[in-house]
């Protein structure tokens, strides 16, 4: 690894964290350009974000290493698909906490630029596959715990249909938002709880919500047109 002249003449340990962020956005632009020469700046501030759990570095970092995500993201083979299920920014998000969460409680020191892109490429993509394998078990889902009766009528709807549905009886957005990440993308109640904590706290709150949810469609079979 490289070291500038300028790291060389100023402690980084005691450099703010806007004045590495300055410096990490320029060693980024040249790593990308093939003119690498060096990134003492980007290892520090990934120190600070990572072994040191600095929420401001973490943020810096976040800051200058969006938009490479949004372009690993828009080149992803399975980019398409991944974005009618959930928004771009829904994956950038969470391909940023699962590096995290990873990094910090392995305690992973990153001696490169390089090496922490890749770490944080893969995550990207574990992310988008997971949507994807989770979308494809959503219409067993939707069925399953189901009658007899009421499964043949709902299987006769095309999934949107179905969500449609779903959301006309759910008017709270809160309770949209929950019916979507149950039924469209197949997760468990347990999974909303450790993946959404700043949304979704408690589990029996999302079991509440998923009988009623049953409790209405048994009420509704009369609307579902077969």
């Known amino acids: 690894m490289n070291s500038s002249p300028s790291s060389q003449s100023f402690p980084l340990s005691i450099m703010s964290t806007a004045a590495l962020l300055d410096h990490c956005v320029n060693e980024i632009v040249l790593y990308h350009r093939g003119e690498v020469q060096g990134d003492t700046y980007c290892v520090e501030l990934l120190r600070r974000a990572t072994l040191q759990n600095d929420q401001d570095a973490w943020q810096a970092l976040q800051q200058c290493l969006s938009e490479t995500v949004r372009g690993w993201l828009d080149c992803h083979p399975h980019r398409e698909i991944a974005c009618r299920m959930d928004k771009e920014e829904h994956y950038v998000t969470q391909a940023f906490e699962r590096f995290f969460q990873a990094t910090v409680h392995q305690q992973i020191v990153f001696s490169t630029l390089a090496a922490a892109l890749l770490s944080l490429r893969t995550y990207l993509n574990s992310t ?81 919500l998923r009988l009623r949810l049953i409790q209405r469609l048994l009420d509704s079979e009369d609307q579902l047109d077969v």
Request: one cysteine or more; a negative charge; aromatic letters at 6%.
């Open 128 to 208: 988008l596959l997971d949507a994807l394998r989770v979308s494809s078990r959503s219409r067993k889902i939707m069925l399953s715990g189901r009658s007899e009766a009421e499964q043949s009528r709902l299987s006769c709807l095309k999934q949107n249909e179905v969500w449609e549905m779903l959301r006309n009886m759910l008017p709270d957005m809160r309770e949209q938002r929950l019916v979507y990440l149950l039924y469209q993308c197949g997760l468990k109640s347990e999974d909303i709880v450790h993946t959404y904590p700043q949304e979704f706290q408690d589990v029996e709150e999302i079991a509440c």
